[in-house]
């Protein structure tokens, strides 16, 4: 029986290569589900094939993330690749993430970002797929992108702002993915807005191996070590533990498709 989901973990990471069956070993022992999270097309590919390894405890999801598309620059049929590899695999794969907009470091590559981001959402529109948005210091620039794309399912990954924004991300009908973040003590504005956002909108995630939960904060990140993130929002909504994992299990399982 599963009781936890991870909605974003990144077991395809070369950092689990020598440890990945005592993840899942761990995964089944801790009832939680995960999905293995792309970046780039190797890692898209290689989140299909865990997946299917692992099928009773993991999806994929495929897409490249925006501080990874310049090596695609000069290949002009990579969202055709995408679009392949989606095709033979639709039943292990469950989204288009991460993509999205990050401009922390710079905003140079813009426009070829915004493309990137806009070409794989149509991939979801086709496949019928939601999207998966990894969002940085770009909160202006994706609310034309949400709101021309207002029919597709939309998960904001990795949460971490504050209430103004969660309450945009909420009125477009998008879902909210909390991370470990929130168990941080200095997490005071996203504590804030976990306790605003409706639980019917909301789901778990880890960001697997970045991003550790308290107690473990400091060290590598686990699917596993979700539950610390909904004990902490059970804490600061103030109900039960096992009314929250509940709640946000069949959230994301609605959102992603997925029985079991």
């Known amino acids: 029986m599963i009781?936890?989901?991870d909605t974003h973990s990144h077991l395809n990471m070369d950092v689990y290569d020598n440890e990945i069956e005592e993840c899942i070993k761990q995964l089944k022992e801790n009832q939680t589900f995960t999905n293995c999270v792309a970046y780039d097309f190797n890692s898209s590919v290689k989140a299909v094939e865990l997946s299917k390894k692992y099928s009773d405890c993991m999806k994929a999801c495929v897409g490249i993330h925006p501080n990874d598309i310049e090596q695609?620059?000069?290949?002009k049929d990579i969202f055709n690749?995408?679009?392949?590899l989606i095709t033979n695999?639709?039943?292990?794969?469950?989204?288009?993430?991460?993509?999205g907009l990050d401009f922390y470091y710079s905003s140079e590559l813009k426009k070829e970002q915004i493309h990137f981001c806009i070409e794989q959402i149509k991939l979801g529109v086709k496949h019928n797929l939601p999207i998966m948005f990894h969002l940085r210091n770009a909160f202006e620039d994706i609310k034309p992108i949400i709101e021309n794309f207002k029919d597709i399912k939309k998960l904001i990954h990795c949460f971490s702002s504050n209430l103004e924004e969660a309450k945009y991300y909420v009125s477009q009908k998008c879902f909210i993915s909390i991370p470990g973040i929130v168990t941080f003590k200095n997490a005071l504005s996203l504590k804030e807005a976990v306790q605003w956002i409706d639980i019917n909108c909301m789901v778990t995630e880890t960001d697997s191996p970045y991003l550790t939960p308290v107690p473990f904060r400091g060290k590598q990140n686990y699917p596993h070590y979700v539950k610390h993130t909904v004990e902490e929002i059970a804490k600061?909504?103030?109900?039960?533990?096992?009314?929250?994992?509940e709640k946000v299990l069949n959230n994301a399982k609605n959102f992603f498709g997925i029985n079991f």
């Open 81 to 84: 690749k995408l679009d392949n």
């Open 236 to 245: 600061l909504k103030n109900l039960e533990v096992d009314v929250v994992s």
């Open 3 to 5: 009781k936890y989901y």
């Open 89 to 99: 695999n639709r039943n292990h794969i469950v989204g288009i993430g991460e993509i």
């Open 72 to 75: 695609y620059f000069g290949d």
